[in-house]
T-cell receptor, first 113, second 109 residues
Framework: ETGVTQTPRHLVMGMTNKKSLKCEQHLGHNAMYWYKQSAKKPLELMFVYNFKEQTENNSVPSRFSPECPNSSHLFLHLHTLQPEDSALYLC????????????FGPGTRLTVT | QKEVEQNSGPLSVPEGAIASLNCTYSDRVSQSFFWYRQYSGKSPELIMSIYSNGDKEDGRFTAQLNKASQYVSLLIRDSQPSDSATYLCAGGYGNKLVFGAGTILRVKS
C-alpha cells in the first residue's frame, strides 16, 4: 500500500471551495493516472500522464485541473464542484511499457456539499 | 454501448467451491485483459493478466480468454472467505484501461 500514496484520504468541501488532491508514487514508474469511482459504476479514467506530459483527458469538466510536476507526483485541483462529483478519486501509476498493469493508491473519498 | 460488461452479482459460492466470474467485451477493446480485485473500502489490485487466447493459471486462479466469443473469465478454485471482494475486468485500449462495473463475490464459510 505504500507504493502509491494519496492525501487527504477524506475531504468534504462546499461547492464554492478550492482544494487539491495529492498523489505520490515510490515505484519508479513514469505514467500516472486519475480515476473517478462512483457507486455501481465502472472506474472512470479522467487523466493520463506519461513522463509528466498529459496524454489523455477523458472529456473531464474544467472544474477538475490536473498537474504533474514530475514523474512521482500528481495533483488534482478542484474548484466549484457539484454534488454529483462526490466519489472516490483514485490515483494509479505504471511503467510506460506495462501501462495496463497499474498500481493504485488508497483513494480520496470526496464529498461535495 | 458499454465496452466491457460484467454481471454485478453478488455471486455467492460456498467455501471450497469454484467461483466463475465472467466478462464480455466489444470490438473496440484490445486483446489484453486484466482482472483486478477490490476489497471493500480498498483500492483495486491487479491479480491476473491474459494476452492470448486460452487459459492462464496462477495458483488458485485461472484466467480464460476466448477471442472468438469476446469473452474473458476468471475461475477461483477452492474459494476462501478471504476471496470475498469485487472483481473488476478490464481491457487495454490504446492509452487506457477500460473497466467493467465489477462483480461482487461472496464466499460463505
Amino acid at each position: 500500500e505504500t507504493g502509491v500514496t494519496q492525501t487527504p484520504r477524506h475531504l468534504v468541501m462546499g461547492m464554492t471551495n478550492k482544494k487539491s488532491l495529492k498523489c505520490e508514487q515510490h515505484l519508479g514508474h513514469n505514467a500516472m493516472y486519475w480515476y473517478k469511482q462512483s457507486a455501481k459504476k465502472p472506474l472512470e479514467l479522467m487523466f493520463v500522464y506519461n513522463f509528466k506530459e498529459q496524454t489523455e483527458n477523458n472529456s473531464v469538466p474544467s472544474r477538475f485541473s490536473p498537474e504533474c510536476p514530475n514523474s512521482s507526483h500528481l495533483f488534482l485541483h478542484l474548484h466549484t464542484l457539484q454534488p454529483e462529483d462526490s466519489a472516490l478519486y483514485l490515483c494509479a501509476s505504471s511503467t510506460k511499457m506495462s501501462r495496463y498493469e497499474q498500481y493504485f493508491g488508497p483513494g480520496t473519498r470526496l464529498t461535495v456539499t | 454501448q458499454k465496452e466491457v460488461e460484467q454481471n454485478s452479482g453478488p455471486l455467492s459460492v460456498p467455501e471450497g467451491a469454484i467461483a466463475s466470474l465472467n466478462c464480455t467485451y466489444s470490438d473496440r477493446v484490445s486483446q489484453s485483459f486484466f482482472w483486478y480485485r477490490q476489497y471493500s473500502g480498498k483500492s483495486p489490485e491487479l491479480i491476473m493478466s491474459i494476452y492470448s487466447n486460452g487459459d492462464k493459471e496462477d495458483g488458485r486462479f485461472t484466467a480464460q480468454l476466448n477471442k472468438a466469443s469476446q469473452y474473458v473469465s476468471l475461475l477461483i478454485r477452492d474459494s476462501q472467505p478471504s476471496d470475498s471482494a469485487t472483481y473488476l475486468c478490464a481491457g487495454g485500449y490504446g492509452n487506457k484501461l477500460v473497466f467493467g462495473a465489477g462483480t461482487i463475490l461472496r464466499v460463505k464459510s
